[in-house]
Nanobody
Framework: QVQLVESGGGLVQAGGSLRLSCAASERSFNSCTVAWFRQAPGKEREFVARVSWTGNTVYADSMKGRFTISRDSAENTAYLQMNSLKPEDTAVYYC????????????WGQGTQVTVSS
């Protein structure tokens, strides 16, 4: 079993940056697909980005060019670098993992709040 803990959220001005971290409890995390999702109040959970165990990445169109997903196997950690933040990026951001290497996410973190002010 893999436990995930997100951190790095907070309050930031529009145009600013944040780096979210997803720390995993064990090294098996490194063979998982890892994804970031977000959910704003009253809205459905939205896919943000994912990275495979091979390092391939996929981004939602609205995040391309602003967000970067990465992972550090030595640290059992995945990251989401968010630049040029906009108020519409305000949401709870969740880390998720699929131990099969696909996109059927089994493990989820508790979420970290990102608030972007104008």
């Amino acid at each position: 079993q893999v436990q995930l803990v997100e951190s790095g959220g907070g309050l930031v001005q529009a145009g600013g940056s944040l780096r979210l971290s997803c720390a995993a409890s064990e090294r098996s995390f490194n063979s998982c697909t890892v994804a970031w999702f977000r959910q704003a109040p009253g809205k459905e959970r939205e896919f943000v980005a994912r990275v495979s165990w091979t390092g391939n990445t996929v981004y939602a169109d609205s995040m391309k060019g602003r967000f970067t997903i990465s992972r550090d196997s030595a640290e059992n950690t995945a990251y989401l670098q968010m630049n040029s933040l906009k108020p519409e990026d305000t949401a709870v951001y969740y880390c998720a993992a699929d131990p099969t290497g696909g996109v059927r996410y089994v493990y989820w973190g508790q979420g970290t709040q990102v608030t972007v002010s104008s």
